[in-house]
């Protein structure tokens, strides 16, 4: 599907941020990466959506064709949603269904619970109020430490090793096209579409973008309709706070795990593109 450029002003009116508009007249979809990716995250799961939807595919700051932050300290969860609601009073929504990929559905669950008239749903894919320890240390491994290579073949085996246990079933043209989603190719070389900086924000045992425990933010979004998409073999969404997640919730709620894949589905799975499918005609206004 073919989208149109939309540049806006930060909350903090300090960058300027990114975000790809797929204009349609149906209810707005609000599509957020998780921590190294982009807007081009989405782009498999956009080309098998009902084009009717107006979705709304963003950049966070730090990230693809967005201003990066001087200050690191600023690379944090609020901050992004503060970011997000500010790109939705640009646009005169009112309402959406957000859909986030890890980080990206922290974001969500935040906007739900600080503006939750916003949202007529979330999607989340890959994330809970807890994060599995062994998930955020493969993480602190890799972020922000991978070099810039020369070809896309260089740049699809770095995707390789860094993301290999998550998709063992990808091929070669898989990990190429996961490649030209998460690289950008510039003066000469081809490296990560995001600030290195952005790592700052993974150290320590409690890193500042994984909360260790949001089951209380979770408790407020309880009438919200939910749709949970988990990867089978994920290291950061343990199954118990998979079950845990939907024992809690007294609304809407549906769970799909996507067998032979880890963290995050692409969301191009057939099971996860029907489930995705499904919510969004039974719950997106």
Known sequence: MAFKDHFYRSADNRLDLYARIYPGSGPTLLMMHGLTRNSADFEPLIDAL???????????RGRGRSDYDLDPANYLPDIYTADMFALLDELNIDKVTAIG????????MIMGAVQKERLSGII???IGPEVDPAGIARIQSYVGK??????????????????????????????LKFAKRTY????????????????SSM?????????????????MLTDLPMLLIRGAITDILHQKTAAKMEDQHSGPFKRVDVAHVGHAPILDEPEAVSAIQHFLKQHAS
């Open 101 to 108: 990929t890890s980080m990206g559905g922290l974001i969500a």
């Open 184 to 199: 950008v190719q510039e003066n000469g070389s081809i490296r990560p579409a995001y600030d290195p900086a952005i790592a």
């Open 124 to 126: 989340i894919n890959d």
């Open 146 to 175: 991978t070099d810039a290579v020369l070809t896309w073949g260089g740049a699809a085996a770095a995707c390789r090793d860094v993301n290999g246990s998550a998709f063992p079933n990808f091929e070669d043209a898989d990990w």
């Open 203 to 219: 150290e320590g045992d409690e890193p500042a973008t994984v909360p260790t425990d949001l089951w209380q933010m979770w408790d």
């Open 50 to 60: 009902d084009e009717n939807y107006n979705v709304v595919s963003v950049d966070q």
